[in-house]
């Protein structure tokens, strides 16, 4: 069970390996461009080159890319579903280059139009996405909160959409925030096993590749996207020892995403904590 950090790249994509050792991260998670904006990133061969050399270096991997916050599968627009398939292939395309393992990104959300509706067109576009690019990349599917009709907040959703696509390529990365506020108690034991077995059955353990481990700062079942540092929310600390301790987990690479001591994001002390946990634990 490697863990690591959403980390920075502006200056270049390999400064992100600079960030990650100072603090600690043993995987990594990076945004190919500003993840509030259409913009992709140009592919530049001596970048890929460069990054999959500090990659091999450090030995920080795997690596993953988040694609950008606007991406909307389920959107009722053509020009926006246009958008986001472009910029969900643009991300592909980079991963591939610079050998990440894939795009983790929000499928977006029907803003009550509601899931079955929309489920045609999430499936159809991500069957075009795969087409367009490279079979070394992965889509991987994120959890989600459940605000705002923001699609997958259920596992079943996940499901549904892996289901229809029907390809390999399809992931998953589990978000302990969005999950914990969309109902799944992950904190509790029996609750957690359960939530694993729901989501075994809806999606498959062998599609989990990727957590985002972040505390919660609202409470459970909340349905709001609000990441808190390790032990300072309503999972806690416990409910990380939990977690980490569940089988489904043993392997599977964790990336913070929460705000940092000093507000400025993924921390050592986050690392250090989670690091803690893994030893006491006994995770692999
Ligand atoms: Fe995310
Ligand atoms: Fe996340
Ligand atoms: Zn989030």
Redesign the pocket.
Same mark, same amino acid.
């Given at each position: 069970m490697k863990i690591g950090a959403h980390v920075g790249s502006s200056g270049g994509l390999t400064t992100a390996f600079e960030r990650a050792q100072a603090i600690g991260a043993e995987t990594i998670q990076i945004f190919g461009a500003p993840p509030q904006t259409w913009r992709r990133r140009k592919i530049q061969p001596e970048e890929c080159e460069a990054f999959q050399a500090g990659m091999k270096e450090s030995g920080i991997e795997p690596v993953f890319l988040h694609g950008p916050y606007l991406i909307n599968l389920a959107t009722e627009s053509a020009e926006q579903l246009k958008k986001s398939t472009d910029a969900l292939s643009g991300d592909l395309h980079l991963a591939s280059a610079i050998g990440a393992k894939g795009v983790i990104f929000h499928v977006g959300s029907h803003k009550g139009a509601g899931f079955e509706t929309r489920l045609p067109q999430i499936v159809k576009a991500l069957q075009g996405v795969l087409k367009d690019t490279p079979d070394d990349a992965w889509i991987i599917l994120e959890n989600s909160a459940g605000q705002g009709g923001s699609v997958g907040s259920k596992f079943s959703e996940l499901g549904e959409i892996i289901q229809g696509v029907g390809s390999p390529r399809l992931k998953v990365c589990l #978000?302990t925030?969005?999950a914990y506020a969309a109902g799944y108690n992950l904190a509790d034991k029996k609750e957690l096993a359960k939530a694993m077995r729901e989501f075994d059955t809806e999606v498959g353990l062998d599609k989990l590749v990727a957590v985002?481990a972040?505390d919660s700062k609202i409470p459970l079942g909340g349905g709001v #996207?609000r990441?808190e540092n390790i032990g300072k929310g309503h999972i806690g600390r416990a409910g990380f020892e939990t977690i980490m301790s569940h089988p489904a987990f043993s392997g599977v690479p964790l990336l913070l995403?929460v705000p940092g001591m000093e507000g400025e994001g993924p921390d050592k002390p986050n690392v250090d904590i989670l690091k803690r946990i893994r030893k006491k634990v006994g995770a692999v």
């Open positions: #978000d925030e969005h985002h972040n #996207d990441h995403e």
